[in-house]
């Protein structure tokens, strides 16, 4: 098994991140666990990578060349993987991956986390996504997912499919649950029959 790792490639203001991120990287190692990431030796990224091989786990690396110099690449994974592209990198770390989970960072690491919750909304897969809440990060975000929910963009169905962890033991539990139920994005077109809704967020 390998969990995909959305995490920053900064350290942020509080120690607890990057403790709990090498405490991760520890965890998975010594479940044989493998890491898929983003490739950078800096920041919460360098650290869950520094653990995971400290502790004799697999790290995957995975970054595009334009990126190699300014996330600062590891050299020392198990395998770099330099594609040209963010889009290739989203793909291969998907396809490399069965399931995914969200650390805190920043723009992009919201970003990458809500494609694969859109593809999972999407039914385009069902490989589990969580959230690892250290310190409370994603308190106002999950907050800002029950307000979607609650006025009618998304189904109560769809925001279960995010898992949240307050510790890296209660993470792997949480993605060793059962898939969600699958239900259609839309309210307004029938499960069965009926015209096929577009395609799109």
């Not at 900064?10 to 666990?33: C, H, K, M, T």
């Not at 396809?95 to 805190?104: C, I, N, R």
Request: net charge negative; with cysteine; hydrophobic share 45%.
């Amino acid at each position: 098994m390998r969990i995909c790792i959305f995490c920053g490639s900064n350290s942020g203001f509080d120690p607890q991140f990057v403790d709990e991120a090498r405490e991760l990287g520890r965890v998975l190692a010594a479940n044989r666990i493998g890491l898929v990431y983003g490739g950078a030796s800096v920041g919460l990224m360098g650290a869950v990578a520094d653990a995971v091989l400290a502790h004799g786990g697999e790290a995957i690396g995975v970054i595009p060349e334009a990126l190699v110099d300014k996330e600062i690449a590891h050299h020392g994974l198990s395998d770099l993987r330099v594609v040209g592209s963010m889009h290739e990198r989203k793909a291969l770390m998907a396809d490399l991956s069965d399931a995914f989970v969200a650390l805190p960072g920043g723009m992009g690491t919201l970003e990458e986390m809500f494609e694969v919750l859109t593809w999972a909304q999407l039914g385009f897969h069902s490989k589990p996504c969580a959230v690892y809440n250290i310190g409370g990060f994603f308190d106002t975000l999950l907050a800002f997912l029950d307000q979607l929910v609650a006025t009618g963009f998304v189904k109560s169905q769809h925001r279960d499919m995010v898992r949240v962890a307050h510790s890296a033991s209660a993470l792997l539990d949480r993605l060793r649950e059962d898939a969600p139920v699958v239900v259609s994005k839309w309210h307004d077109v029938p499960s069965t029959g009926g015209p096929a809704p577009r395609k799109g967020r």
